[in-house]
């Protein structure tokens, strides 16, 4: 499986965008997929994770700016909604992917798949 962010960019503060995550090239009937991010210096942070009934969960720093969604079956592809965006939002966005999860959390670094990433700068 392939999978491919989009929909980063710069923004100001208090601006919102929302990230796209395509998963290509298999179907997964079960799966834990995650949203990450990373800035230079500081460790990955998973934000959030959604499993295939749709269940998300939160890192405690994201709760209420962050949601988790994912599209049809059919467009394979799992969105995160960032609203309020703070500089310290400023990281680079990984999306994840794990068929074999035992629980769903992004807390979680045993995934098989990984994006490439896409870049979300806050400003003034």
């Known amino acids: 499986a392939q999978l491919v962010e989009s929909g980063g960019g710069s923004v100001e503060i208090g601006g919102s965008l929302r990230l796209s995550c395509a998963v290509t090239?298999?179907?997964?009937?079960?799966?834990?997929m995650a949203w990450f991010r990373q800035s230079p210096g500081k460790k990955r942070e998973g934000v959030a994770s959604?499993?295939?009934?749709?269940?998300?969960?939160y890192a405690n720093s994201v709760k209420g700016r962050f949601t988790i969604s994912q599209g049809t079956a059919a467009n394979n592809t799992v969105y995160l909604q960032i609203d309020s965006l703070k500089p310290e939002d400023t990281a680079t966005y990984y999306c994840?992917?794990?068929?074999?999860?035992?629980?769903?959390?992004?807390?979680?670094?045993?995934?098989?798949?990984w994006g490439q990433g896409t870049q979300v700068t806050v400003s003034s």
């Open positions: 994840a992917l794990d068929p074999w999860y035992d629980y769903c959390s992004a807390s979680r670094r045993a995934f098989g798949y």
């Open positions: 090239g298999d179907h997964f009937n079960r799966y834990c």
């Open positions: 959604i499993d295939e009934n749709g269940d998300p969960s």
